[in-house]
């Protein structure tokens, strides 16, 4: 099982970014999948889940701006962030469980399978 998050850059407040999440080894709808971030000095947060019966959850602080959506053709998920804030700044991650069923809370905990990350920066 290996994930690939790929996506991230440079970009200014109110711009806009969209990372991918190639999955290979496995199929990633059989799964669920998560995004997550770690900024400097800050522990990893749940940003976004999709389960494989179809629960989602979106952490507060991203709700309306981050929409997570799949390419089932190509087992690639992909995290549309609009409207970024400084405090977006973080490397994401993307993670994938086996737990089809997973209730989608943003934890760490249920997630076994994680990509390498990606550094998206947003300048003030």
């Known amino acids: 099982v290996q994930l690939q998050a790929s996506g991230g850059g440079l970009v200014q407040t109110g711009g806009s970014l969209r990372l991918s999440c190639s999955a290979s080894?496995?199929?990633?709808?059989?799964?669920?999948i998560g995004w997550f971030r770690q900024a400097p000095g800050k522990e990893r947060e749940g940003v976004s889940c999709?389960?494989?019966?179809?629960?989602?959850y979106y952490a507060d602080s991203v709700e309306g701006r981050f929409t997570m959506s799949s390419d089932n053709a190509n087992n690639t998920v992909y995290l549309q962030m609009n409207n970024l804030e400084p405090e977006d700044t973080a490397i994401y991650y993307c993670?994938?469980?086996?737990?089809?069923?997973?209730?989608?809370?943003?934890?760490?905990?249920?997630?076994?399978?994680w990509g390498q990350g990606t550094q998206v920066t947003v300048s003030s």
């Open positions: 993670a994938a469980t086996p737990a089809y069923g997973l209730r989608c809370r943003g934890e760490l905990a249920p997630f076994t399978y």
């Open positions: 080894g496995f199929t990633f709808t059989d799964y669920s």
């Open positions: 999709v389960s494989g019966i179809g629960d989602t």
